[in-house]
């Protein structure tokens, strides 16, 4: 690994360079069983366990084209407004790498299910931009290499490695952009919408969960420079595997950064494949890129060509969802949130987790509350996504019961969200378990505020003369006795009544 490398700024960059990318997303499809053959998807079994003659590739073995493969495809497609073959066929695209038993990939080379479509994507301040797609296709993933005994747990310097075939042939559809031309020194806020907008798109398609911390959305960034004014492209890198939305932005603007120091250096840009870094932003060389004949693809033998009829392809039209765009577009309108709010939401990746908390009875704005606040806090802090902390949009639901029937306040409600992501149950179990109610019981707070006008006699003197605003330290002192469990608005009420103050 280099240790540095050679940057300009990036206004200098923009300054002589137009970028130009492509992006390639790869989705691993929440089918059931493989794409080609029946062994089970499911995460975590043991090494070797999920892999048939087929998936290796054994001698006789025969694949057979999954229907919800070729369905999730489908809609995919649609949902980014491409035309879908009536007619295409698989390929075979051959190379060796050890995680791919068959020596080839079943993957689709100039016939592609979907092609020519596009998706709006929304920037930071709310304006649209539209990326088109080249095509999307259908392929399988390919084993796991795991390397052992290095210190970067790349294959250099590495002692022995170990393979776990459980993911070869795990159904795959690779999404490609056409060039994203004229988006300037946005292009990486582009990318990064884009992946963010895509992701949105599949989860509401219900054909994946697009976890990206979980490999099952990849986006590889292609990036290219021109000086301004030109028309041919420049030469690309190509960025592997980037897995976060963050990740995609940072590594096209240090692409970019790093092309324009290699051209204005009077150097020329090789084309290559690039490994991104997550601890310094930064990519460094991995292999010289193939060209497409390398692959000496040729159409798959043993499988039958994919003809999916119209009537077939319109009801599967017909059964979309609304766009992620345009839905919140719609819950901005029904929640009367800034664009620059739904945005954050979005990279959160909080939209459907408030949705479903308000579905379950909660009010928009306290639902938007805590997702966005302390648990967007706790994900943040413990590197879980939102969507995978032990709590669920049920539960958020309830804690909201809780306060807005007055037996929590916020203080308490933090603390019982804090418990049940700790395992420590539901909602009202911590509430029992923690003793964690509000104080409501009038003759205990009664003589809790008459307990804080005696140790405070000063204070009740002011309050008594009218000096109503000192009676927040009276209430603090409440609040402090009760341990935070006393409604402070009624423990004020009390404060002035026991006192002979009024409001105002
Ligand atoms: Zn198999």
New binding site residues.
Partial sequence: MTATTDLVSYEDALASYDPVMGLEVHVELGTKT?M????STELGAEPNS???????GMPGALPVVNAIGVESAIKIGLALHCEIAEWCRFARKNYFYPDMPKNFQTSQYDEPIAFNGYLDVQLEDGEVFRVEIERAHMEEDTGKSTHVGGATGRIHGASHSLLDYNR??IPLIEIVTKPIEGAGERAPEVAKAYVAELRELIKALGVSEARMEMGQMRCDVNLSLRPHGREKFGTRSETKNVNSLRSVERAARFEIQRHAAVLDGGGTIIQETRHFHEDTGSTTSGRVKEEAEDYRYFPEPDLVPVAPSREWVEELRAGLPEQPLARRNRLREEWGVSAHDMQSMLNAGAIDLIVATIDAGADAASARKWWMGELARTANETGVPLEALPITPEQVARVTALVAEGSLNDKLARQVIEGVVKGEGGPDEVVEKRGLKVVSDEGALTAAVDEAIAANPGVADKIRAGKVAAAGALVGAVMKATRGQADAARVKELVLERLGATEG
């Fill in positions: 493989k080609f053959c029946g062994c999920q892999a048939c003659p087929t998936c290796l070869a042939g």
